[in-house]
């Protein structure tokens, strides 16, 4: 079985740098939840906000990747070019506000920005326009970062 998130193109070439660069993106989610817990007090406050806001950068991102998807890929016009415009704008729109909330509130927020984004990829029209190796990538990273939150939003809630 392949590695998850190992690219390959039409003429079966493959690289790991999509792996490599998703991995790297996971380090500040393990980190800063690692941190909340382990941490000297002042610092799991740090580090939680620290999670926070880079969750709220990284489901931005995956917007961004929406909206890509749309320009280079749907038929400008048509309504899956639409659909998946206006959608690429949610991940931001969730993300931003939930930085406003109280942190336990905010992170339940993000988690869920997170599966929304991830049962949209899953969505037929997805899987048709995104490659395999993008969707066994985007599962692994999804699973991670949500284990993450899991984790922040146990030791918000005083464990």
Known sequence: MPLPGLATDAHGRTSRLPLLLGLAGLIPFVACAAAAWLAPVAWQVVAINAFLAYAAVILSFLGG???????????????????RLVLSMAPSLIAWP??????????????????????????????ELLPSWFQSLRHLLTTVVL???????WRLAGA
């Open 65 to 83: 990747i929406q909206w890509g998807v749309a320009m280079s890929l749907e038929a400008a016009g048509g309504p899956g070019f639409r659909a």
């Open 98 to 127: 939930s930085l406003l909330l109280h942190p336990a509130t905010g992170a339940w927020v993000l988690a869920l920005g997170f599966v929304v984004v991830r049962l949209h990829e899953l969505g037929r029209d997805s899987r």
């Open 147 to 153: 284990a993450c939150h899991g984790a922040v939003i």
